[in-house]
């Protein structure tokens, strides 16, 4: 694995057991001895840490001091409103390609005279070199390189956090903020990717490790690995880039249309004004011929990326294919999301997966699998 | 008890061949989700795909480690498919045979051997 990226947490990884894999150019901890399973439930029940550091963090900061101009010139990026987004706020975002495809989802958050970016680890060199052409003429793009990213998800995250930096506990769902701590300053946004309430904290490289080793001594906070992390996401029915959502799949094909304020939509103050725009606004208006839906096997085998979709237990032309499948430790059932054509997206509507050559039945279901937990 | 590289574990009970998979196999396989086991009274050979198990991480097959005809399957894992994880080479088993021809077995490995090909 010698031409993979290590976090600057790596060392601790391997003291707590951590099996490393290969991810998105990064070596990091699929599952520590714990395992998958246990770590999913130990998250939702009490708390996980997880080290996110391999996403990329940019700073946006306008050359005229006005957030709002880092603002308008990012939204020629994305479909979403960033002018609207108030200060210590986080908005969810995803930048699109001239056929309404989306190359990347992010976060975008208004830290008062800059904007803070998160990007997805796998695409973060395409999306910087992409702000960077088209940004630079009112925006500095800082690329954050010297400080790593933690999430801190689960029932007990507010308890573990607050013991070391106390104002996080005032935060509200999707709030961001920097606070002074004995690790340096702390940039805080409550959000995560798990379902639950919880934080996702930056720090300084040379202090993230004990952060981390503060957190995990906190009773109730265990280490969790990518295994249980894509466990939790399916269960909070987020998508994944890459496998629920790409280039080949529209922000309305991939249900994630609620991102899109009225303001970038037809009528709205700034319609369009993004790449892909004449596509996405035909969608958000008359709806596209697909759409990622959620997926619940009828009986215990669990449906995999891949796996086929079909009208019928004979029928001879798929209607949409499985994007991510697992095992659900918390709703204790197999659970997948998937893309169908539009007639078949309604809650309820049976379809048969072809899972090692048998149809199985499979039902559309509402997500997310298991209500999520954010203090709004 | 003899071992196949495939991971898999044979015990003679009388005149039926208990089958199931390794401790080693089960750690490696992580938390297991779902089991399929196969019809009764069917002649299999050996290769034939028997068994699906499915855990957190993928989906393998068991394949059939001696021709024979199927004779019980333990229908306990399809409900708890997580006893392979606490008991792989106890409770946990798969599948009972009466095989075709016992000396298939003579070939594998006993348990020293397979620790050592397991390193």
């Known amino acids: 694995m010698s031409d993979l990226k290590r976090t600057g947490l790596y060392d601790l990884h391997l003291e707590l057991g951590g099996k490393m894999v290969p991810f998105a150019g990064y070596e990091m901890p699929v599952q520590y001895p714990l395992g998958v399973m246990k770590e999913h439930i130990h998250t939702r029940t009490s708390a996980g840490l997880f080290d996110v550091s391999h996403m990329g963090q940019v700073i946006l900061r306008p050359k005229s001091g006005d957030v709002a101009d880092a603002a308008l010139a990012l939204e020629s990026l994305v479909p979403v409103s960033l002018l609207a987004l108030k200060e210590g706020r986080q908005r969810y975002a995803m930048f699109t390609n001239d056929a309404g495809g989306i190359t990347d989802d992010l976060m975008v958050a208004n830290r008062g005279d800059h904007l803070f970016v998160v990007v997805n680890a796998a695409c973060k060199d395409a999306d910087i070199a992409r702000m960077q052409a088209n940004l630079s003429i009112t925006c500095e793009v800082e690329v954050i390189d010297d400080r790593a990213l933690l999430a801190l998800q689960g029932p007990l995250a507010e308890a573990a956090l607050a013991a070391i930096a106390p104002a996080v506990a005032a935060m509200k769902f999707m709030d961001v903020t920097i606070v002074a701590s004995a690790y340096g300053d702390l940039w805080v946004s409550r959000s995560g990717y798990s379902g639950e309430d919880g934080y996702e904290i930056s720090v300084a490289n040379d202090l993230a490790t004990a952060l981390a080793k503060a957190l995990l001594a906190t009773d109730g906070v265990e280490p969790i690995g990518l295994g249980a992390r894509d466990s939790l996401r399916l269960e909070a029915g987020l998508c994944l880039y890459g496998n629920d959502i790409d280039e080949t799949t529209s922000p309305v094909e991939g249900a994630i249309e609620w991102a899109i304020q009225k303001a970038r939509r037809r009528g709205g103050e700034r319609p369009g004004g993004f790449p892909g725009a004449t596509r996405i606004l035909n969608e958000l208006e008359h709806g596209a011929t697909r759409r990622r839906v959620g997926i619940l096997p009828d009986g215990r085998a669990p449906m995999r990326a891949g796996v086929e979709l079909f009208a019928s237990e004979d029928a001879t032309a798929p209607i949409g294919n499985v994007t991510s499948g697992a095992f659900g430790p918390t709703i204790e059932r197999p659970m997948s999301m998937g893309y169908v054509t539009t007639e078949f997206a309604t809650t309820g509507t049976t379809v048969y997966a072809e899972v090692r050559g048998k149809r199985l039945p499979a039902t559309v279901a509402d997500m997310p699998f298991r209500p999520s937990t954010y203090k709004r | ?119």
């Not at chain 2, 297991?32 to 068994?51: R, S, Y």
């Open chain 2, 1 to 119: 008890m003899k071992f196949t590289e495939e991971h898999e574990w044979l015990r003679v009970e009388g005149d039926v061949v208990v089958v199931g998979i390794t401790e080693h196999a089960a750690e490696q396989l992580g938390d297991v989700v779902f089991i399929e086991l196969p019809d009764t009274d069917q002649e299999v050979a050996k290769d034939d795909e028997v068994v699906v198990i499915e855990s957190v991480k993928a989906a393998s097959d068991i394949l059939a480690p001696i021709d024979g005809e199927i004779v019980e399957v333990n229908g306990m894992l399809v409900d708890e498919p997580g006893k392979v994880n606490e008991d792989a080479q106890g409770d946990a088993w798969f599948i009972k045979m009466k095989p075709a021809d016992l000396s298939q077995m003579d070939e594998m490995m006993d348990e020293a051997a397979y620790k050592k090909f397991i390193g």
